[in-house]
């Protein structure tokens, strides 16, 4: 039996056989979500998904990436802008033109003097943080709940003892308060925003106190650059062929942007999903965060107990607790 | 005056001007650890740096990698089994087989079929953390002591309170204490441990109570996979070239394995850098962790000022405090 860490025989042969007698094996946190009854994913609307079409490879193969927009209370002002780039066609021939290595990929007008379309929103700085609503904290607070109350059950439900409780209380270098609403994971205290997680999608700007157009986009494909929070607007996530960003070749120049207009990649289009005729909408859902299965799929993320797995670690941080999101096949 | 985030004339031009009159702006992380005295500075030994030359990459550029071994009490016993690996020459003609987006990429032998040098030791799971020396604690207080004497003097120095302090007594989901100690991120209580950061190199194996060979090695191309820490040897670190194997093509069957044997990367050959001639062994130092400038360094990190950013996070995680590496001319 092989592992995960040492090859492709491996890959090919995950599932463990059971014998008689033995407790089955502790499924992975994405068993978990893989198993999960259908009722707790949830659909995404193709009116909160951007489709990013990158000229194809050198190859000719097809290069899509998706993106998901955030709910309100964030980053409104600065979707609405993107939401008019997009119906405006307004990236159709733009680029990427800065791949830098453990940190993001950034497209847009690589002139800076293509002529936005009239009528975009300039957001304040106060938009980059939300004042958590009475229902947010409800829900931050009723899926800890859930999750004690989970964790507890299925644990007295296992033949022996073998978890280690998830009992550290401040596990945020960043946040004293930390977890999932609707699909996404928040941070913060008195005030709440978005977290820079890996695929987090975000909004460049100039110095203070430009906050951005939304014309200008990056996504994260390194370590979670949590010290952008609060000083830049997210706007989403890449929950589909990030490996169409996070594989291309690094910009030799500093920070990362390339030298020359041939390295940069061409964007053949940016649309809203719903733009896109229906058949051709992609469809994804993510796994309720209020639902037992993310409970328990949090839970085993923080505390794996899979075979290959000798110490859970006893915590996860935010980042390293990816909501699930997976296609749907088309109507 | 463009900033990082938007566009090449931005890269172009980062050094703000600075007024009569106005405060000289804050420097950024990087800048901090460019302006180090010399004698901050630590060169790596040629005897710890492992080189990996890839086969050159499509237009016949050369792809080197240098991975920095650690020091004791850390993983010896499979660092010795690579250095004897290396000096067989037995990872020339292997291949890079696994690249999984958003975690790791994976080199060694796809066959699994040749046969290993004799002497490599079989190193005990026990071996994955280490009992902290009263020297390593020595170490990690005198940093944190250093740390706020050398932050407190220079908020002192600045001519408006500008700072907010990295008050925060436990930062950390999947540990108590954290620090650095001799260059290198640790984290811990009773045990201490290396920890998987972005960059990191650990090496694969089968399940327990396998540790692996050190045949099999593999590097984080994404956010810290902390839950591997204590599960799996870290033996070191990408300091060069991470880029020749972060852009790779992402392997598109289970777990990133790569589906065909034309699609894995040839590994020319892998070599301790002391075995390579004189003239071809390239050289780096690192930014000592109990220097003055590391602690300034790190503040900085959890706290930027610099002009693109208008709140400071207050914090950081360890693996959002890379040690600074260069590459120093060869004598």
Redesign the interface.
């Known amino acids: 039996?092989?592992?995960?860490?040492?090859?492709?025989?491996?890959?090919?042969s995950?599932v463990l056989p059971v014998y008689a007698g033995e407790p089955a094996p502790i499924p992975s946190p994405g068993e978990i979500a893989a198993t999960a009854p259908a009722s707790d994913w949830i659909a995404i609307a193709p009116s909160d998904l951007l489709v990013m079409d990158l000229a194809p490879d050198a190859k000719g193969k097809a290069r899509r990436v998706v993106i998901q927009l955030m709910p309100a209370p964030f980053s409104q002002g600065w979707i609405g802008n993107i939401r008019k780039l997009a119906a405006a066609h307004w990236w159709d021939g733009t680029s990427v033109?800065?791949?830098q290595?453990?940190y993001?990929v950034?497209w847009g007008d690589?002139t800076?003097k293509k002529p936005l379309p009239a009528g975009l929103a300039t957001v304040s700085?106060s938009e980059?943080v939300a004042a958590p609503s009475a229902s947010m904290l409800d829900t931050l607070h009723a899926n800890r709940k859930r999750k004690e109350q989970v964790v507890k059950q299925w644990r007295a439900s296992q033949p022996f003892a073998i978890y280690t409780p998830d009992t550290?209380?401040?596990?945020?270098?960043?946040s004293d308060i930390q977890g999932f609403v609707s699909g996404w994971p928040i941070a913060g205290g008195s005030e709440i925003w978005p977290v820079h997680?890996?695929?987090a999608v975000?909004v460049?700007?100039?110095?203070?106190p430009d906050t951005?157009s939304g014309a200008?986009l990056?996504t994260v494909i390194?370590?979670?650059?949590?010290?952008l929070?609060?000083?830049?607007a997210l706007i989403g996530r890449v929950i589909s062929g990030?490996?169409h960003l996070?594989?291309?070749?690094?910009g030799t120049?500093?920070?990362g942007?390339?030298k020359s207009e041939a390295e940069r990649v061409p964007i053949a289009s940016i649309r809203i999903a719903s733009e896109l005729p229906a058949v051709e909408q992609p469809r994804f859902e993510y796994l309720s965060t209020e639902s037992d299965s993310f409970a328990r799929y949090a839970d085993a993320?923080?505390n794996?107990r899979d075979?290959?797995?000798?110490?859970?670690?006893?915590?996860?941080?935010i980042?390293?607790i990816p909501v699930p999101v997976r296609p749907v096949a088309a109507k």
């Open positions: 039996m092989k592992h995960l860490f040492l090859t492709a025989v491996a890959a090919a995950l033109n800065r791949v290595d453990n993001v950034q690589a800076e700085e980059y550290r209380k401040k596990v945020d270098a960043y997680c890996y695929g975000g460049g700007r100039n110095l203070s951005g200008e990056y390194g370590h979670a650059p949590r010290h929070d609060r000083n830049i990030i490996e996070s594989s291309l070749p690094r120049e500093a920070l942007f390339y993320r923080a794996r075979p290959f797995f000798i110490t859970p670690a006893g915590g996860a941080d980042c390293n």
